[in-house]
């Protein structure tokens, strides 16, 4: 395999990676947790009642994530991301994180994720309300 066949295999991986915490149970009680603090103090966070601001809502709790994850994931955990998903890493550590890496952010910047996120955090945030 190429460099930069592999190197495209470790972003695909990064992207794959992404989609799934993003359905994981944890990601689920992150968003479910950020609505609810929203609606038990509305004057220190944002409140959610229309599409647009769902929107808002959910484009800063997706950069937060990256924030998060860009702190706690390390060199050898975006590498075991790549080799989880069959990349037979032999060299160049760096460049393969940075692949996975870059997945990642590619997966959390999408437009269609953003939609995606606001459509939960404006129905949990009515549901929370009341107003479901």
Known sequence: ???KAMLAKAKKAGKDWAHEQL???SFNDYVAEQVYEAEKKPEAHWLVRNKAQALKAA??????YRYE?????DLRDLVSV?????????WGDQDV????SLGIRE??????VEDWLADEVLYRSREAAGLE
């Open 1 to 3: 395999m190429t460099a």
């Open 23 to 25: 359905i994981s149970p």
């Open 59 to 64: 484009k800063n709790m997706l950069q937060d």
């Open 69 to 73: 994850l860009g702190r706690s994931l």
């Open 82 to 90: 790549a080799k989880d998903a069959g990349v037979a890493v032999n």
């Open 97 to 100: 994180a940075r692949a996975v």
């Open 107 to 112: 997966v959390l910047t999408q437009k269609n």
